[in-house]
């Protein structure tokens, strides 16, 4: 790969992953631009200043000093070591200060051309924006020195995608994801395997969903917990008057939870930002009405034709929101902030989108109308917050909601659903040994899911009565570095079936949903004659799952496939 072409690839990445991870920050920063006139004085005689100063610094320096890539390296690491300023306050005043002390740096010759770049690196590391940052140091600073920035940046950005599987799974999960070997035509896979020995009906892990839903005739029924899915006694239930969704709740705690993740943003009438941040919304909603329209359409669409999946990823949107605003407040007891460390060791270095854009995905089932709907939802709750969802966005975010998505299915789950009237390929379909009939709704697991299917699994997914808590078991002796798989589907031979029956099911019920035929050792060791014929009807050929553009060049120990 060409140096260029390598630099454009890194800076997407960089892109993606910071502005994925940056959204409620550039928007409030956005916001504070907009209705905030001092702000915006500051601004932009910082601006004019950068400015005036790089020109004259440039007229100085024609020679380019050389700084080596392990002085680079060196400076880089001290600078992640520094702790960024938690509030805007702070990070406003420093980015101001990192770019003034870059200006006087510039001047004072090529030998303070790496602090000079590490100080705008440092002024990058809070900026909203960062490609806009990038952009404008560019066109303001020598040469020399846009050329060590930009080597600080890519650096940077290669290191915490290359470094992502050392802090994920967090070491306390006994588990850790490895690249498998390419196989002829199958590309290299990303599988889960045990990081330690396990007796059979050893708990592997516990693990808590990032988001979840009831199914849909389950949701506002008042039976079970919205949240954490417990049975609801009669007269038991909390529901807020304003949610239009109507979600109930098993207590004021789980109700609490839910409107910190994602249902005051979708469904209520609170402010967004919290008051620290915002403290002219307190008492004052912004455009209380125009929000209650929104979300009053949006759940009347909600209702007659969401599927799962797309509910999901609503939630997931506004919980992704919720942790980057929780890490604009400093010092208060935060729950999203909490939950971020126990995703990965070290959880401050990656953000929701970084867990998020690693897993695989099929095509998502999105309409233009469900994106304008939640656009509305997310701009009434605060203006620019319509950004956070477009069409293709939403598409791969559902998408990767129907391939990971695992049904729970507490105490064996329910047996008194209504069997679907949908055409088979239209049946929704979840991760369930017991079978997508049975969950009581579903849920994503960010670790479990990296697990792969197998018709005769290692391991089997348990939750106990009243939560959706998932545990892992063991269902045989494993031994550290084995492959960790789950039945996707009802594996069992049932009694009215003979074993052909019960692998034809099985298989066609993967092709479907996950877009895979299934080659498992059992799968191969039960097969009939005619192979052929009965790939022709499975209708897949190859693993169809999707994988994001910018991971493809991901690095893995072991893998062999990283970027140049
Ligand atoms: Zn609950
Ligand atoms: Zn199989």
């Not at 969704?245 to 967004?272: H, I, Y």
């Not at 970084?354 to 656009?375: A, I, P, S, Y």
């Not at 477009?390 to 129907?402: D, H, I, Q, S, T």
Request: aromatic fraction near 8%; include cysteine; glycine fraction near 6%.
């Amino acid at each position: 790969m060409s140096s260029s072409s390598r630099t454009s690839t890194v800076l997407t990445a960089a892109a993606v992953t910071v502005l994925g991870g940056l959204v409620a920050y550039a928007v409030y920063f956005d916001y504070k631009r907009r209705n905030d006139s001092d702000f915006r004085k500051k601004l932009r005689k910082e601006k004019k200043k950068v400015t005036k100063q790089t020109q004259q610094a440039q007229a100085a320096a024609d020679a380019a000093s050389e700084v080596s890539a392990a002085a680079i390296k060196d400076a880089l690491l001290k600078i992640r070591e520094e702790e960024i300023p938690p509030t805007p306050d702070e990070k406003e005043g420093y980015f101001m200060m990192q770019v003034q002390i870059g200006d006087q740096l510039v001047q004072k010759g090529p030998s303070f051309y790496l602090p000079a770049a590490c100080a705008f690196f440092r002024a990058l590391r809070v900026y909203p924006s960062p490609v806009e940052f990038i952009m404008m140091v560019q066109s303001t600073l020598p040469a020399p020195i846009f050329k060590i920035f930009m080597e600080l940046v890519n650096t940077d950005v290669a290191s915490r995608v290359e470094g992502y599987y050392d802090h994920f799974p967090p070491k306390r999960m006994n588990v850790s994801i490895h690249a498998s070997e390419p196989e002829g035509d199958k590309p290299a896979k990303k599988i889960l395997i045990a990081a330690k020995d396990f007796e059979a009906g050893d708990i592997i892990y516990t693990e808590s969903p990032f988001v979840v839903a009831l199914d849909a005739d389950l949701e506002g029924k008042g039976t079970h917990c919205s949240y954490c899915f417990r049975r609801i006694e009669e007269g038991q239930s909390f529901v807020a008057e304003a949610d239009k969704l109507g979600a109930v709740f098993c207590s004021t705690d789980c109700q609490t939870k839910a409107n910190l993740d994602w249902n005051n943003m979708l469904f209520g009438r609170e402010p967004v930002l919290p008051p620290e941040l915002d403290p002219s919304v307190v008492g004052n909603p912004t455009d209380s009405d125009g929000r209650e329209a929104a979300q009053t359409a949006y759940v009347k669409w909600l209702k007659a034709k969401a599927r799962q999946p797309n509910v999901l990823g609503a939630r997931f949107v506004a919980k992704q929101i919720a942790h980057e605003t929780s890490k604009l407040v400093k010092g208060k007891d935060n729950a999203l902030q909490a939950e971020a460390a126990l995703l990965a060791d070290g959880g401050e270095l990656y953000s929701v989108s970084d867990h998020m854009e690693r897993l695989r995905f099929v095509e998502g089932n999105v309409t233009d109308e469900e994106v304008k709907l939640l656009q509305a939802v997310f701009g009434a709750a605060l203006p620019g917050l319509e950004q956070s969802v477009n069409e293709e966005r939403l598409a791969v975010l559902v998408g990767k909601m129907a391939y990971n998505a695992i049904g729970i299915t507490p105490d064996g789950g329910r047996d008194d659903k209504s069997v679907s009237d949908a055409r088979p390929e239209d049946q929704e379909r979840t991760r369930t040994p017991q079978g997508t009939q049975r969950q009581l709704g579903s849920g994503l697991y960010l670790v479990s899911s990296y697990l792969a299917h197998s018709c005769d699994p290692s391991t089997r997914p348990s939750f106990v009565v009243g939560s959706n808590e998932l545990q892992l078991f063991a269902t045989r002796p494993l031994k550290k570095g084995e492959e960790l798989t789950i039945a996707y589907v009802d594996v069992a031979q049932h009694a009215d079936e003979s074993a052909e029956a019960a692998r034809r099911r099985r298989r066609v019920e993967l092709a479907r949903g996950w877009k895979f035929k299934c080659e498992c050792e059992r799968c191969l060791a039960e097969a009939v004659q005619d192979v052929e014929k009965e790939d022709a009807e499975l209708g897949v050929d190859k693993d169809g799952a999707k994988v994001e553009q910018v991971m493809r060049h991901e690095k893995l120990p072991g893998a062999g496939m990283g970027v140049d």
